[in-house]
């Protein structure tokens, strides 16, 4: 069967992440049902990874298989299908090998905070008063020193099924960008909830809510951190992802 891959993006204000669930609605079950009713088929999508509900993505990976090679008109029927909250950009034939999830080499998030509230920006951005306040020297030594390790349990949810709390941080930190602060991070994997764990953990740090030596025993002893905080989920994008046949 011919699998293509798909790049996309989504608001994810009205959605409870990418992942189908049972009791609400999520971007891929809006995806699947529009690619099944354009194609007349069954379609099932592989996404790249999960994002939380709320969550949006500049830049998103999927592949699904279909039954037959698509042609012109069904590649724009599903482009043109989809809710305005979601973009798809483009559709191409890959190796059958090809897989969205375990291929990609390099997943990056920015977490965007306004330094000056706007009512433009508020469903992309945490707005917050305590923004002003916050020491970007602080918040920098904190980032420096998480991406100086190779394990995550601290960041990553209760009750997460995983095999291994390792990741491979490639970029870690924090720019003044007009008025947001931005928070960039990227590594070739992450753990549910851990982008918005990390940018919480670099806030109280700014904020002297948890030392420096706190978060270090934490990473060393890869414990629960005494004082955790996850920021809300709206100013979190997921903004670029790497594969080693896509350019």
Request: proline fraction near 3%; glycine fraction near 4%; charged fraction near 25%.
């Amino acid at each position: 069967m011919p699998r293509y891959f798909v790049e996309l993006a989504y608001d994810g204000s009205n959605y409870s992440g990418w992942q189908r669930q049972q009791n609400a609605i999520s971007v891929q079950e809006v995806i699947e049902e529009k690619f099944s009713q354009v194609l007349q088929e069954d379609i099932k999508i592989v996404g790249c990874g999960r994002t939380d509900a709320g969550v949006h993505a500049r830049q998103y990976f999927m592949h699904f298989d279909s039954s037959e090679n698509l042609t012109e008109q069904e590649h724009y029927g599903l482009k043109s299908v989809q809710p305005k909250d979601i973009a798809i950009y483009d559709i191409k034939l890959v190796q059958n090998e090809a897989h969205a999830r375990f291929d990609a080499l390099l997943r990056e998030y920015k977490y965007h905070i306004s330094i000056i509230p706007s009512p433009f920006n508020r469903k992309y951005t945490w707005a917050t008063p305590r923004a002003r306040s916050l020491d970007l020297e602080k918040l920098n030594i904190a980032a420096k020193l998480i991406g100086s390790y190779k394990a995550f349990y601290p960041f990553c949810k209760a009750n997460s099924d995983v095999e291994t709390y390792d990741c491979q941080i490639k970029e870690i930190g924090w720019v003044v960008d007009g008025e947001e602060l931005l928070f960039t991070v990227s590594a070739n994997r992450f753990l549910r909830g851990m982008v918005r764990m990390l940018v919480g953990a670099c806030i109280n740090i700014s904020e002297d809510k948890l030392s420096i030596e706190d978060l270090k025993q934490a990473m060393e002893n890869q414990t629960r951190l005494e004082t955790s905080y996850s920021v809300p989920a709206q100013g979190l994008f997921l903004n670029r992802i790497s594969y080693p046949y896509i350019s």
